[in-house]
């Protein structure tokens, strides 16, 4: 059985309490009960909301929590911590300061604020443009007119045989991995990583691309529940399958680093979107309250509804990805081109690393719409496959190297 790390006890010397979706009501303090014959050095900060909280993290060094009506957090220190919310969708971002005294309970409440300029988000209209030239593989073309600066290359192509978009990701380091004392015990050691500019494709592969390859491929369903639809992320494919796809569509399966510099960009995002828990509405495809509602065994992440009991069609969620890719944790895991290895090697900055050169197995990562728990929607958490596997959560994307 695997370490779930996370660390409970610990409190930054300035708690940072990441609040979504919620505006800031009454702030109060009262006596803490029990402490009137050993007066407390310490204090207590509870949080509420009318609607209730859909979304609460606590961050700090090898602290989080996650809360979904009421956080009652024990034996601060005293002094003034800072509350802040984030922006997301309706709801406008806003701040306060509670006071924290020894020996009292603060008590804040929270009551929901209405962003009145807020707007659904809507996939942008990418129009199509000639190749500009940069010197792409035959059967790819630029989609729009805007370049990477560093590179020179168009910031969106087409797999033209699929009509496969693909996204460039600069040439950069990021961070890779988890850090000590959270995570899996596979997702360590936390390193540096450089990879030069890579593309990636902006949705999963979908059944329809992928029966251009074999037209008579069934991606079944799953108690009744189609997984089959054109627009349904391919999934029963076996790792060499996937690769197979990859190599007549002239595109590569990603790396394990492409894979999660994509998904974690350069601020270190412990979930795609941030880090909120549980997700904030639309974040991504997971087992939720459609999937409870409609198959039998099945426990959706609390407060959280994507509407889709399976998969859902591609591109349509994770519209707040560093680089503009879409479902990349969600949706289906995705398998990576390396062989699985149980640590990370350490060395420090890899460039463009590539996995073990033996071993029998394969990675997939991100979560899909099987996934209810946090420790696996992490975006550095990793999944080993045989490359025989098949099942109804694991699909794939490519990728492209273009050198230059
Ligand atoms: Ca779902
Ligand atoms: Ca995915």
Redesign the pocket.
């Known amino acids: 059985m695997k370490n779930r790390m996370t660390g409970n006890g610990y409190f930054p010397a300035l708690l940072l309490v990441a609040l979504a979706l919620w505006g800031w009501g009454c702030t109060t303090n009262a006596p803490t009960a029990g402490n009137r014959s050993s007066p407390s050095t310490t204090g207590k900060l509870i949080i509420t909301s009318e609607p209730p909280v859909l979304a609460v993290t606590v961050t700090g060094p090898k602290y989080w929590r996650a809360s979904t009506t009421r956080m009652e957090l024990a034996g601060l220190a005293p002094g003034e911590y800072r509350l802040q919310s984030a922006p997301l969708d309706e709801f406008a971002p806003t701040e306060t300061t509670v006071t924290v005294r020894a020996g009292e309970t603060a008590t804040v409440h929270l009551t929901p604020q209405v962003n009145p300029a807020w707007k659904p988000s809507t996939p942008p209209a990418v129009p199509a443009a000639p190749a500009t030239g940069a010197r792409l593989p035959a059967g790819f073309s630029a989609v729009g007119t805007a370049t990477d600066p560093a590179s020179g290359l168009p910031m969106r192509i087409r797999c033209d045989k699929i009509a496969y978009e693909l996204v460039l990701i600069p040439a950069g380091e990021f961070t890779m991995g988890s850090p000590d004392g959270e995570g899996m015990d596979e997702e360590h050691p936390q390193h540096r990583v450089h990879l030069d500019a890579y593309y990636l494709g902006v949705t999963?592969v979908s059944n329809g691309q992928f029966r251009q390859f074999r037209p008579e491929y069934n991606s079944c369903d799953f108690d009744g529940k189609t997984l089959n639809a054109d627009n349904q992320?391919v999934v029963e494919v076996t790792w060499k399958d996937a690769e197979s796809f990859c190599v007549w569509a002239g595109l590569v399966l990603p790396t394990e680093a492409q894979w999660e510099k994509a998904a974690r960009g350069g601020d270190g995002r412990k979930f795609p979107w941030g880090p909120l828990w549980p997700p904030p509405r639309g974040s991504g495809n997971y087992q939720d309250a459609t999937t409870e509602r409609t198959l039998v065994g099945f426990s959706g992440i609390p407060n959280y509804d994507d509407g889709y009991a399976v998969t859902s069609p591609v591109g349509t969620f994770g519209t707040d990805a560093p680089y503009g890719t879409r479902?990349?944790?969600?949706?289906?895991?995705?398998y990576c081109a390396d062989r699985y290895a149980d640590k990370y090697s350490g060395r420090a900055p890899e460039r463009n690393p590539t996995g073990p050169a033996s071993g029998p197995d394969r990675v997939a990562r991100?979560?899909?719409w099987y996934s209810n728990d946090l420790v696996d929607i992490r975006v550095a958490h990793r999944v080993k496959v045989a490359e025989t596997t098949q099942d109804s959560g694991t699909?794939f994307?490519g990728a492209l190297v273009v050198s230059r």
């Open positions: 999963e992320p479902d990349l944790s969600g949706n289906v895991s995705e991100g979560a899909s699909g994307r």
